[in-house]
């Protein structure tokens, strides 16, 4: 099976930032996204990108975040800027087998997950 593992979670004050990292077991030319759970919330998508580099933001990271992939590495990258308490949380890599859809940014479309990294924003 897939494997996913992120890395670069750390704590950071309001208006830092952060870069995440995702490296896959193997190559993947389907969807590859972000997506963040926070205490009591529900997991969203933050970030998606094709196969093809075509990028897809939540409304809320919109300016601040950029997604982008490595296929010789086998690796996606989260950059994230003037981050917001309201953006602390447990951060996921996903991957799909298919080319990403208008359900992009739902959880269900995804078949491999990471086990998270925590990002923390503190006022």
């Known amino acids: 099976q897939v494997h996913l593992v992120e890395s670069g979670g750390a704590s950071v004050q309001t208006g830092g930032s952060l870069k995440l990292s995702c490296i896959a077991s193997?190559?993947?030319?389907?969807?590859m996204g972000w997506f963040r759970h926070a205490p009591g919330m529900q997991r969203d998508g933050v970030a998606v990108?094709?196969?093809?580099?075509?990028?897809w933001y939540a409304d809320s990271v919109k300016g601040r975040f950029t997604i982008s992939r490595d296929a010789a590495e086998n690796t996606v990258r989260l950059e994230m800027n003037s981050l917001e308490p309201e953006d602390s949380a447990v951060y996921y890599c996903?991957?799909?087998?298919?080319?990403?859809?208008?359900?992009?940014?739902?959880?269900?479309?995804?078949?491999?997950w990471g086990q998270g990294t925590q990002v923390t924003v503190s006022s």
């Open positions: 990108v094709s196969d093809g580099g075509s990028t």
């Open positions: 193997t190559g993947l030319s389907g969807c």
């Open positions: 996903a991957a799909a087998e298919k080319f990403c859809t208008l359900a992009k940014l739902a959880a269900s479309e995804y078949e491999y």
